[in-house]
């Protein structure tokens, strides 16, 4: 079984977090500047999300293409899109050998991907393989740093749940150890730079959640949820916790500092738990890089 074969629910709760539709819109419309119909490829599609909110933003006549390596994404994208009014299909490969002809496609886009492969670079070679000359490609990945600097909770000392320096370092270490980077967003211009795409830009999402005690609306509990999805304070079993320990002391922390930094961890449960009255503003801080394919 593929490691993101049962991350649909993960997905469906967390992707609206990172992403205003009408952002999109406005890069579509003013900063890409798409007039034109578009053959569009989704490295790392997931169940099709990007498609499903960015299609219906595009020319008529336009066309999405899904992959990804998640057999079981890819059947629950086939199913969700089956009702959509664009032309789609959806591909079972690695972002690394794509069965699709060079020059084939308008614009390779991915969400949340390179961050999670350890070779990037590798990934878009092949965007590039099947982009056609002076095709776009886009990327949208994420800033942990930021992220995790951009969680405000109304009355909590920001110091007591949540160790900048200490994630910082670690986040380092698992790049440094696995190769994946929950940093690579703000990388990206370099990244295209050095795998020859040009007139290279950049922008962060502008997505801004709000929770207002006094405000009460239905969203407030999924996004909690995803929150927590995402690994802010989440609900740990014992069995977790000793986990996380051994994990942070693997990456070269004393076993002093991982229970220190697993301590905040908790605190940030616990007023998860008791929420009824908090007031909390997150941002996921997402950069879209985007250039041109030159061939
Ligand atoms: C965080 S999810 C993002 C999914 C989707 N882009 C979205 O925004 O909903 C990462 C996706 O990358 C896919 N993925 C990871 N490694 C891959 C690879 N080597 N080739 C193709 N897809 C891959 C996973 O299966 C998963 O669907």
Redesign the pocket.
Known sequence: M?T?DD?FDY?KLT?SLYLNVDYLQFLVEKVWKITKKVDVV??????G??GLVLMPLLPEGSTYTG????EE?IKRGREIFKSVPFDHKFIL????GVPEKDDTFDIAI????LM??PEPDAVLTEMKRIAKNDGMIITCESNWNAVNALLYIDGIKKSKITDLGFLQTLFERVHEKTKTDGNIGMKMPVIMARNNIKNIQARISDSVRIILADEKNEDQDSIYTSLQSDGFGEELSDEQKSKKINWFMELGFSEEEATKYLEKEIKLNEIFRNRDELNLVYAAAMTFCFGYVSK
């Open positions: 593929n993101w991350k997905l992707r989704d490295f790392g599609c997931g169940y999300y990007l992959v990804d390596i998640s994404l490969s690695s972002a690394n991915c969400n949340s991907v999670h492969i």
